[in-house]
């Protein structure tokens, strides 16, 4: 396995790029089949949430893997891979399973120590077995990081250090209103991150009055239930927009649900009164323009990273990157010890070739019979057995420790044995790097 991550975050891209590259739910399968149409790439799966989109991939060759990878997103983007290769990054093999933990534990995220991720990785699982990608090297990888994420969580205390995207929409929603006491809260959407808003506002405002819109009445019955609020259809969104003094959205539609012409016309029924809106949606609900209208308050995603910046505590970080960092060791040697097996393999298989060989060469000179013969033969193999067990075992042991990749290929060498190309996407491909930075590679 070669594995190669092409993606963009709100660390190396603007907003307005990630709204553009965007993969929905209902694209995702096509999606993977067009990189898996091409030459380079075995498997895929994609990793698309409110702040990044990755592309991870198992592939044959790098820079071809690179090129392919990054012209499918700038295609979605709608520029050239060449003017957008600067915001895309690339990790290769050990550092893109770093990359992919790091994310798993929050690290990555714009609210540091986010647990939402996890739920986000096994969507990309579930895709995954949805396809044909059961039991491949990808999802071995993914249940891997999804065991990485719970550990730090369970083990350290990062997910209450890093402030959330709710709290800081909602520490921006008290400046601007005044207090949040009492507010009317309205909420867009009924999917996992408005329930996520809907129980903090229950949790964090006091006799707030909740209210949730959403397209299915169903869901946002439930989701109201839950937290003692109101459930309206999109229908009444103007009219619950103009009451509310909190309107916090994210639907995951494709389009402006809260538009320009809407908001302005519910401010006219409060001309005396502010109102704060948050857009944690990627792509956007809610027209940016919304933030020129007078008396409206708008914050989405790329205002809020700005104020979780540098929020997490040091000592929780050191301990979840430490997790990290030992899980990578492990999956390192975990494909260590798989690339060893089928030379051992190999070798036992050409030793029994050898005895049967010369057992039949025996029987044809000497007259032995059956007993003999079978005794004789079970004697020889015990020996052949016995003579490798303290090889294969100390090469499974060496391979699998820190540097211990060239063990197998030497045993290889030594015997003469045939075990199918190996490492054919490596050589001297960059670990790390922008896609600009990779492509300009490419001989």
């Known amino acids: 396995m070669a594995l190669l991550v092409v993606g963009m ?73 060449e003017d957008l290769g600067d915001q895309m990054y690339v990790h290769y093999e050990d550092a893109g399973v770093e990359h992919l ?36 090297q990808l999802d071995r990888l993914l249940q891997h990081a999804l065991r990485v994420g719970k550990r730090a969580h369970s083990e350290t205390t990062l997910d209450a250090a890093g402030a959330s995207l709710v709290d800081a929409a909602l520490a921006r929603a008290h400046d601007a209103v005044g207090g949040l006491d009492g507010r009317r809260v309205l909420v867009v959407g009924a999917g996992a991150m408005s329930a996520l808003v809907a129980t903090t506002v ?52 494709v389009g402006h649900v809260l538009d320009v012409a809407l908001v302005a016309s519910a401010l006219l029924d409060r001309p005396q009164r502010p109102l704060f809106l948050a857009d944690l949606a990627l792509p956007r609900d809610v027209d940016p323009e919304v933030a020129t209208l007078p008396g409206a308050h708008l914050a989405d995603l790329e205002v809020l990273g700005a ?41 036992r298989q050409q030793a029994r070739h050898v005895v049967d060989a010369e057992m039949a060469r025996l029987a044809g000179r000497v007259e032995l019979d059956e007993d003999v013969r079978a005794e004789v033969d079970r004697t020889v193999h015990r020996i052949v057995e016995k003579l490798l067990h303290t090889p294969t075992v100390r090469v499974k042991e060496l391979s699998a420790a820190p540097g211990g990749g060239g063990y197998a290929a030497a045993l290889r060498a030594l015997f003469d044995l045939e075990v199918g190309a190996a490492g054919g996407a490596r050589g001297d491909a960059p670990l790390s790097g922008t896609v600009a930075e990779a492509v300009g590679r490419v001989p």
């Open 202 to 253: 229950a949790r964090l405002v006091p006799a707030a009055e909740v209210v949730v819109a959403n397209r299915t009445p169903e869901r946002a019955e439930r989701l109201a239930a839950a937290v003692g609020g109101r459930a309206v259809g999109l229908d009444a969104l103007r009219r619950e927009v103009a009451a509310a003094d909190l309107v916090l959205s994210c639907t995951g539609a």
């Open 307 to 347: 104020d979780l910046a540098g929020t997490a505590v040091s000592d929780d970080l050191r301990a979840v990157r430490a997790i990290v960092a030992e899980e990578v060791a492990a999956h390192a040697a975990s494909l260590r010890a798989a690339d060893v097996a089928p030379t051992v393999v190999a070798l």
């Open 101 to 136: 933990f790091r994310v798993a534990c929050g690290l990555d995220s714009m609210a540091v120590g986010e647990s939402q991720i996890l739920g986000q990785l096994r969507g990309a699982l579930r895709d995954l077995h949805t396809g044909d990608g059961a039991g491949g």
């Open 9 to 81: 975050s709100h660390r190396t891209a603007s907003l307005e790029v990630l709204e553009r590259a965007t993969i929905d739910p209902e694209a995702v399968p096509r999606v993977v089949a067009e990189l898996t149409a091409s030459p380079h790439v075995e498997e895929a799966f994609v990793l698309s949430t409110c702040n990044r989109v990755e592309l991870y991939c198992d592939v044959s060759r790098f820079h071809g893997g690179v090129a392919d990878v990054g012209a499918l997103l700038g295609r979605r983007v709608g520029v050239p891979l």
